[in-house]
């Protein structure tokens, strides 16, 4: 995530200015409004060849500030140019920079709490980190997720973030399954707070095809166990895995390893069918904000909320992977998720059609 930002809001009233001349017909152009155009023309060009061209970039950001030379905007770029080309010690100098110019600027601070991370700066990285999360600027989350924060939540300096806040036990097989094995991954969760539960996979790969998903929640004396159990099944041969897998619970977290084992299959089932659904979300998180009967679609793939035991009736040839909401083992909800494809599909649901 590092270096946030969007349009200078410094520049952007620079296009409102020109058609306002032009509408007024004057002839003579303000100094400002030029110097403001041609920093506008520098950003802009600056921006397009970031991607490939950071060293450029940082010149052009360099260049539009010739105009505006104390535009806090135009440093914070510069310095995420100059950090995406490898000199983190400029970069750090042009955020030093934007944020005396601008103390409340929160991307700049972000920014540099990510360089400062990268150049192994922790304690000031952790300066900024807390000053932008107190100002709202970003969610924990967003923090712990981000690549340049999360290899190093272990270090003292952010043991104010949450690293793991919730105690969770996995359970899943190990070695190797055959073709045609359905297995189960459980989560089993304590300490979560009321609400969806959230689950983030950084890889869902190999010879296996989602089944469906079960969310159980029972009392206990340590307060409510959630579990909750992915069922999938070997389409094919080869290496399966899981994760590593992120677990949320409202602003905790909990940081899982990988689940891996071996698929054999037979040579004729060797080349698997294509994931019709390659992820992991947990059934609180994909019904929320979803009333029963509920019929939508999502992309390629078209979601049907139903209670227990309502009859429906599915297109032949989809792939559905069912997901339930369970109290105490009764079932109180079934998502179904149907792998449509970009072409509309008719259910039938209490006998009545209804096509998405």
């Given at each position: 995530m590092?270096s946030?930002?969007?349009?200078?809001?410094s520049?952007?009233?620079v296009?409102?200015g020109?058609?306002?001349?032009?509408?007024?017909?004057c002839r003579?152009v303000?100094?400002d409004?030029?110097a403001q155009?041609e920093?506008l023309?520098l950003w802009r060009?600056?921006?397009e060849?970031?991607?490939d061209d950071?060293?450029g970039?940082?010149?052009?950001f360099r260049?539009?500030?010739i105009?505006?030379?104390l535009?806090?905007v135009l440093l914070t770029?510069?310095?995420k140019?100059?950090?995406?080309?490898?000199?983190?010690?400029?970069a750090?100098v042009?955020?030093?920079?934007a944020l005396e110019?601008?103390?409340?600027?929160?991307?700049?601070?972000?920014n540099?709490?990510?360089?400062?991370c990268?150049?192994?700066?922790f304690?000031g990285?952790a300066?900024?980190?807390r000053?932008?999360l107190?100002?709202?600027?970003?969610?924990?989350r967003e923090v712990?997720?981000?690549?340049?924060?999360s290899?190093?939540l272990?270090q003292e300096a952010f043991?104010?973030l949450?690293?793991?806040?919730?105690?969770?036990s996995v359970e899943a097989?190990s070695?190797?399954?055959?073709w045609g094995t359905?297995?189960?991954?459980?989560?089993?969760?304590?300490g979560?707070s009321?609400?969806?539960?959230?689950?983030?996979a950084?890889t869902?790969?190999?010879?296996v095809?989602?089944?469906g998903?079960?969310?159980?929640?029972?009392?206990?004396t340590s307060g409510?166990?959630?579990?909750?159990t992915?069922t999938?099944?070997i389409?094919g041969?080869?290496?399966?895995?899981?994760?590593?897998?992120?677990?949320w619970?409202g602003?905790?977290?909990?940081?899982?390893?990988a689940?891996v084992?071996l698929?054999?299959?037979?040579?004729s089932?060797?080349d698997?069918?294509?994931q019709?659904?390659?992820d992991m979300?947990t059934?609180g998180?994909?019904?929320?904000g979803?009333d029963?009967?509920?019929?939508w679609?999502?992309?390629?793939?078209v979601?049907?909320l139903?209670g227990?035991n309502?009859?429906?009736?599915r297109?032949d040839g989809v792939?559905a992977?069912v997901f339930?909401?369970r109290d105490?083992?009764d079932?109180?909800?079934?998502?179904t998720?149907?792998?449509?494809g970009?072409?509309?599909?008719t259910?039938?649901?209490?006998?009545?059609?209804i096509?998405r």
């Amino acid at each position: 995530m590092a270096s946030r930002g969007g349009l200078p809001g410094s520049l952007c009233f620079v296009h409102k200015g020109w058609l306002l001349l032009l509408v007024l017909g004057c002839r003579a152009v303000d100094e400002d409004l030029v110097a403001q155009r041609e920093a506008l023309d520098l950003w802009r060009h600056g921006r397009e060849i970031l991607s490939d061209d950071p060293v450029g970039a940082s010149l052009a950001f360099r260049d539009a500030r010739i105009h505006l030379p104390l535009n806090s905007v135009l440093l914070t770029w510069e310095a995420k140019a100059l950090a995406e080309s490898g000199d983190l010690v400029r970069a750090r100098v042009a955020l030093d920079l934007a944020l005396e110019r601008d103390p409340h600027f929160g991307e700049a601070r972000y920014n540099r709490a990510a360089y400062a991370c990268r150049a192994g700066d922790f304690e000031g990285a952790a300066r900024d980190l807390r000053r932008v999360l107190d100002d709202g600027v970003v969610s924990t989350r967003e923090v712990v997720e981000d690549p340049d924060f999360s290899p190093h939540l272990m270090q003292e300096a952010f043991e104010f973030l949450p690293v793991t806040a919730l105690q969770v036990s996995v359970e899943a097989p190990s070695g190797t399954l055959f073709w045609g094995t359905e297995f189960a991954v459980r989560l089993r969760v304590v300490g979560a707070s009321a609400g969806p539960l959230s689950l983030t996979a950084e890889t869902v790969s190999g010879p296996v095809q989602l089944v469906g998903m079960v969310e159980d929640t029972s009392p206990s004396t340590s307060g409510d166990v959630r579990d909750l159990t992915w069922t999938f099944r070997i389409t094919g041969a080869g290496e399966v895995r899981l994760g590593p897998l992120q677990l949320w619970s409202g602003e905790r977290r909990a940081s899982l390893p990988a689940v891996v084992l071996l698929a054999a299959a037979p040579p004729s089932r060797s080349d698997p069918p294509p994931q019709p659904f390659a992820d992991m979300p947990t059934t609180g998180e994909l019904v929320s904000g979803h009333d029963l009967g509920d019929v939508w679609r999502v992309g390629d793939e078209v979601r049907i909320l139903t209670g227990p035991n309502v009859p429906l009736v599915r297109p032949d040839g989809v792939h559905a992977a069912v997901f339930e909401v369970r109290d105490h083992n009764d079932t109180t909800a079934v998502l179904t998720r149907l792998a449509a494809g970009p072409e509309p599909v008719t259910v039938v649901m209490q006998g009545q059609a209804i096509t998405r």
